[in-house]
């Protein structure tokens, strides 16, 4: 089976702009979760969704977004980019639980 | 805030010598996991531990759990050059979901 994959592997923004990133989980694996990495804060988690619901959320503003397609495809969005926004984000996916299966992550860059 | 702290923060160790990590956690679990991260790049599943487990055996891997002192340790054996990345203990808390809650991760650097 395929890995985990995310698009794009790397995006420079500017503050004040929105960006859409995208995951494409395994086949089959119906939960997909996000997770900021900063050299400060580390791992976070941002939220997971599963079969198209939000199923848990992070402890992150208003301005992170998520959803999930019906296909199990996930996107994230940002809106409002402020510098501390730039981290590696991570998507992992997971047959229904336990074990987290992760993709390469988008690494973002403010300006 | 972090449920999973890693200890040492950074370890350097010679090829061929054992490689142990602690990690220590907050609350309750469901499951503690152990990833391994290359150069900033994706994470990699190690090995999952159940609470109701107290060690748990995979390769050259060894990890044990310890509920009462809330707390894991990872031991890789005979380390190689390829071992060297930093590796996260993540906690998945009795919730039901596949939240994890990482620490912040021991760095290790293995010399040939």
């Known amino acids: 089976k395929a890995g985990v994959t995310q698009t794009p592997r790397y995006l420079i923004k500017t503050r004040g702009q929105q960006v859409t990133l995208s995951c494409s989980p395994i086949s089959g694996h119906r939960s997909v979760s996000w997770y900021q990495q900063t050299p400060g804060q580390g791992l976070q988690f941002l939220f997971e969704?599963?079969?198209?619901?939000?199923?848990n959320k992070g402890n992150f503003p208003g301005r992170f977004s998520g959803r999930q397609f019906s296909n199990s495809r996930s996107e994230m969005n940002v809106s409002t980019l402020e510098l501390g926004d730039s981290a590696l984000y991570l998507c992992?996916?997971?047959?229904?639980?336990?074990?987290?299966?992760f993709g390469p992550g988008t690494r973002l860059t403010v300006l | 805030s972090q449920q999973g702290e890693e200890d040492p923060q950074a370890l350097s160790i010679q090829e061929g010598e054992n490689a142990t990590m602690n990690c220590s956690y907050k609350?309750?679990?469901?499951?503690l996991q152990w990833y391994r991260q290359n150069s900033g790049r994706g994470l990699v599943h190690l090995i999952l531990i159940r609470s109701n487990e107290r060690e748990k055996h995979s390769g050259r891997l060894r990890v044990t759990l310890d509920t009462s002192k809330k707390s894991s340790s990872l031991l890789i054996t005979a380390s190689r050059a390829a071992d060297t990345a930093s590796y996260f203990c993540?906690?998945?808390?009795?919730?039901?979901?596949?939240?994890?809650?990482f620490g912040k991760g021991t760095m290790l650097l293995v010399s040939p």
């Open positions: 609350t309750s679990i469901n499951n």
């Open positions: 993540a906690a998945a808390l009795d919730s039901g979901y596949s939240t994890l809650t």
């Open positions: 969704y599963f079969s198209e619901t939000q199923r």
């Open positions: 992992a996916s997971s047959p229904a639980g336990d074990t987290q299966y």
